[in-house]
């Protein structure tokens, strides 16, 4: 195996999900493990949340929930966007369940269902987000446009909140108000269907209201909080991070003061300086600017400055003065010693979060699952 990998700790995505499961019962569970489960894995990752007390598993495409299928996982699998219609058929072949919104969607998904067993779908209202999801005025209509489709069966009413990681945020009382009028409205018409869900993982984590039937939870069940302003409430503290980026060193030198090091010299030595060469770089999803930004990794249990700008397969470490031999074991994120990188620092420092810090781990990095 090349001498980099991630590590996915799957106690840790069990446990995370216990933790979700209790803190949001009796609402059940549904896990997110779209995107290759955020750069962990959807497959182990599914199975492992499913161990740990999910019960349902969500997805953004059709094609994830096929891939679910293809190793066997049988737990519902729910869509979380309305798949085009050349995507249906993989909807009814895969036995997902599917959020619609529209009427193109609906009819789309009844066609490819005629003759196979009914899809059970889950209406989707835009309560503020704006990304996806279908206007109060048009949620009745189309309740009944899928109630005169036999091959389909509406399921659920659900929205998705924009600003839940936000905890005072006034946005989520007036999101969950019209959710409200839209429950109220298919009641009224006598469509009302037995599941509601609206929280994702900050929503689940401290917005009890929300929970309803169904949590939908990504982020926390791989043991990062949602913002950071939900973790300085501590809302977010018993999860355990499920993912750590490791690496050995690959070259040592010492590099002689005056010098820099890689592409641009951008920071000239003060000292005769021992840099240790890594081999991961911005191909594998370490972002090129850490190195301005203050990005740091650890070595030796210490935590060490970047010496030069990130390059596409690898980087150098400012380690100073200290010996450092190839073979080492290096820590972008996650644990080593008593030192602790986790993926919401390196956020921080790049000006985004956490999410896309998992995500953006390349393919090119091998799992390695503990
Ligand atoms: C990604 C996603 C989620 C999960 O969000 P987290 O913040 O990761 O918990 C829930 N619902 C929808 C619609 C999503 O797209």
């Not at 999900?17 to 209790?22: F, G, I």
């Not at 009819?107 to 009914?118: F, I, N, Q, R, S």
């Not at 450092?324 to 985004?352: N, S």
Request: charge should be negative; hydrophobic fraction near 45%; glycine fraction near 10%.
């Amino acid at each position: 195996m090349r001498p980099a990998w991630a590590e996915v700790d799957l106690d840790a995505v069990r446990h995370n999900a216990a933790l979700l499961r209790e803190a949001a019962s009796p609402a059940a569970l549904c896990a997110v493990v779209k995107a290759d489960g955020y750069g962990h894995g959807a497959a182990p990752v599914a199975r492992a949340a499913l161990e740990g007390g999910a019960t349902w598993l969500a997805v953004a495409l059709a094609a994830e929930g096929g891939e679910l299928r293809d190793v066997g996982i049988d737990a519902p699998i729910l869509v979380l966007a309305e798949p085009s219609p050349p995507e249906m058929d993989a909807v009814v072949r895969h036995r997902l369940r599917c959020a619609v919104y529209t009427e193109a969607g609906i009819d789309a998904l009844a066609e490819a269902a005629v003759g196979a067993e009914p899809v059970h779908v889950h209406l989707k209202i835009d309560t503020g987000m704006h990304r996806v999801g279908a206007p109060l005025e048009d949620l009745v209509p189309l309740a009944e446009r899928i109630a005169g489709h036999p091959s389909l069966v509406l399921e659920g009413l659900w929205t998705h909140c924009a600003v839940a990681d936000e905890p005072d945020n006034e946005l989520n009382v007036l999101q969950q108000e019209r959710f409200e009028v839209a429950v109220g409205a298919l009641a009224d018409a006598g469509l009302r269907p037995p599941m509601l869900h609206m929280a994702n993982s900050a929503g689940a984590i401290v917005h009890p209201s929300m929970r309803y039937d169904l949590v939908r939870c990504g982020i926390a069940l791989y043991g990062i909080a949602p913002s950071s302003e939900l973790a300085a409430t501590g809302a977010a503290d018993g999860l355990r991070p499920a993912m750590a980026l490791k690496a050995r060193v690959s070259h040592v030198k010492v590099v002689p003061r005056g010098d820099g090091v890689s592409y641009g010299w951008h920071r000239l030595m003060t000292e005769d300086t021992v840099v240790a060469t890594v081999p991961l770089g911005y191909a594998d999803g370490v972002r090129r600017r850490l190195s301005i930004a203050g990005g740091q990794v650890l070595i030796g249990g210490r935590r060490r400055d970047l010496a030069g700008v990130v390059t596409m397969d690898q980087l150098s470490v400012d380690c100073g003065r200290d010996e450092v031999a190839i073979g080492e074991e290096v820590v972008l994120i996650g644990a080593q010693g008593d030192e602790r990188i986790t993926a919401e620092e390196v956020a921080a420092l790049l000006g985004t979060i956490g999410y896309e810090i998992v995500c953006g781990i390349g393919p090119r990095v091998p799992r390695a699952y503990l």
